[in-house]
């Protein structure tokens, strides 16, 4: 006999209730998206708190002459990057807009990625030694918290570098959060997840040289939560199959650099005029 | 000989202020060679001036504090007739914008990049 979790038994508790996308904007430079719960301004991104959470209650049976030990459980989480669109404008027309997208390729090449808080081992999201056992009971908690950070302003290198003013941003990412087992021969299960969304989407304005949030769409919502085992997702399949490699944060870091810094084309346009999106008041 | 910057040259009135003492540009002007001025104040000087006067490109009262400051930081003065900087844009203040534009056009694009990341 092995180490078996009774799925039948196992507890899945998620907690979300003080979720709420906002933003907040430091007029010295940049925005920040997040989920209100755990946010801290100052630091960000070091030292945040997590918005939502989980903890995995689940029973198992021990063999006799197995050793739990050697086993790993705790979550698995991949990350899609639906959207993701920064854009700015000049004050006037002539000074033109820049549009910067990082959720495609070349600067991201998948938009499903791995995702993982510090540095834990493959395949898991946090460290499985925040796992416990407590015989008969193993008990494994999750917490997360999605944000981002853009700056305000962009030079627009063709009308003469005149900063364009950070006027929308769109950032569309799905999350399937999975308890997971992993025996020591590395062979892994999926249990049970949850599937759940945040959007960021912001609209600015400009007073006085001074953003000003004019709108905002974002949203949170739990799509699905207890759904035993793998998610079904036809893209996520590969992932699922081997769920290794670079992690989303650095990842995704990556492509917003590569988009904001690198060349001009598929991640960044640079236009002499607006874009037409640009409301007519935007600057005032 | 004409502007240099990509912003101002082939702009008529721009390229008369720069060698006509009676081009100069000032309170009541209006028009897109303002408009640049309007662009160049924010690029060397990071001040924008009133939306109203943006929009239509006028050269009002904003602009005309924004002209003053940019000559006194640079102590353009025509010490023939003056004592300290006016609010007028004349040849050696277009000439003045037209090269520090141009400087600022040659360098690579700096971007601080540290804001941006995401968890």
Redesign the interface.
């Known amino acids: 006999m092995a180490v078996t979790i009774q799925d039948a038994q196992l507890k899945l508790m998620i907690t979300d209730g003080d979720v709420k996308p906002d933003v907040y904007i430091n007029p010295a430079?940049?925005i920040v998206c997040h989920l209100t719960k755990g946010f801290v301004a100052s630091t960000f991104?070091k030292d945040?708190g997590d918005a939502l959470t989980a903890v995995a209650h689940a029973p198992v049976s021990v063999g006799h002459g197995d050793n739990i030990d050697a086993w790993s459980f705790g979550f698995v989480q991949i990350a899609r990057a639906n959207f993701y669109g920064a854009f700015y404008a000049g004050?006037?027309s002539?000074?033109g807009s820049v549009g910067v997208l990082a959720h495609n390729p070349p600067a991201l090449a998948s938009p499903i990625l791995l995702d993982g808080s510090g540095d834990p081992p493959d395949p898991f999201f946090q460290d499985p030694s925040r796992t416990s056992y407590l015989p008969p009971m193993l008990h494994t908690s999750w917490g997360d918290?999605?944000?981002?950070?853009?700056?305000l302003t962009?030079?627009n290198?063709t009308?003469?570098?005149?900063?364009n003013h950070l006027f929308q941003f769109i950032?569309d990412r799905e999350f399937w959060t999975i308890y997971t087992s992993k025996d020591p021969a590395g062979a892994i299960r999926y249990i049970v997840h949850f599937h759940w969304k945040v959007r960021y989407d912001v609209e600015l304005l400009w007073r006085n040289?001074m953003p000003i949030l004019r709108r905002s769409k974002s949203d949170f919502s739990m799509v699905s939560k207890n759904v035993k085992g793998a998610p079904t997702d036809s893209d996520l399949q590969a992932m699922l199959a081997s769920p290794k490699g670079a992690r989303a944060?650095q990842t995704?870091?990556s492509a917003?650099?590569q988009a904001?810094?690198g060349a001009r084309g598929p991640n960044r346009s640079e236009n002499p005029q607006w874009f037409t999106t640009v409301p007519r008041d935007f600057?005032? | 000989m004409p502007l240099k910057?990509?912003?101002f040259q082939n702009d008529n009135a721009l390229e008369a202020c720069s060698v006509k003492d009676t081009a100069q540009i000032a309170l009541g002007a209006s028009g897109?060679h303002v408009?640049k001025i309007?662009?160049a104040l924010?690029?060397l000087d990071?001040v924008?001036v009133d939306?109203n006067e943006?929009?239509a490109m006028y050269f009002g009262p904003s602009t005309v504090v924004a002209v003053q400051n940019y000559k006194r930081r640079r102590r353009i003065v025509n010490f023939s007739n003056q004592l300290q900087s006016d609010n007028i844009v004349c040849k050696m203040t277009i000439a003045a914008m037209d090269r520090e534009?141009a400087a600022?056009?040659s360098?690579p694009?700096?971007?601080?990049?540290d804001?941006?990341?995401?968890?």
Not at chain 1, 159 to 163: F, L, Q
């Open positions: 430079g940049h991104p945040q004050r006037i002539r000074e918290h999605p944000a981002v950070r853009i700056p962009m030079p290198p009308t003469s570098g005149v900063k950032f040289q944060n995704f870091d917003q650099t904001f810094r600057w005032g | 910057s990509k912003l897109e408009s309007h662009t924010l690029i990071d924008s939306a943006l929009s534009v600022a056009e360098l694009i700096h971007l601080d990049l804001g941006v990341t995401s968890t």
